[in-house]
């Protein structure tokens, strides 16, 4: 399985960007694709998980409707739209897939792009 995410930069506040997860490898129906982030000194924290059976989504509380999960027909893209973005959330934003587990969990997650750096700063 290979995951490459794209799509981060420098952004102003209140600014938006959307990243992409490109897929490929991985054969399975069932799984999740969910997004991470870490910032500089912190630990990892979950994002939001979209569940490719049934387009089932899950937010990190701090979303708070800002953020959105979403795929391409053929699944081989996921997405993460990110509006209003705030200083806070200048991290560096992981993909991963999940075979089965709890969907904030980052250690249930068994594959893991590269990650692509978000820097929200005016």
């Known amino acids: 399985v290979h995951l490459v995410e794209s799509g981060g930069g420098l952004v102003q506040p209140g600014g938006s960007l959307r990243l992409s997860c490109e897929r490929s490898?991985?054969?399975?129906?069932?799984?999740?694709m969910g997004w991470f982030r870490q910032a500089a000194g912190k630990e990892r924290e979950f994002v939001a998980a979209l569940g490719v059976s049934n387009g089932a989504t899950m937010y990190g509380d701090y979303v708070n409707g800002r953020f959105t999960i979403s795929r391409d027909s053929a699944e081989n893209l996921f997405y993460l739209q990110m509006n209003n973005l705030k200083r806070e959330d200048t991290a560096v934003y992981y993909c991963a897939l999940l075979v089965a587990g709890t969907w904030t969990n980052d250690y249930d997650y068994e594959y893991w792009g590269q990650g692509t750096q978000v820097t929200v700063s005016s």
């Open positions: 490898g991985y054969t399975f129906g069932m799984y999740t």
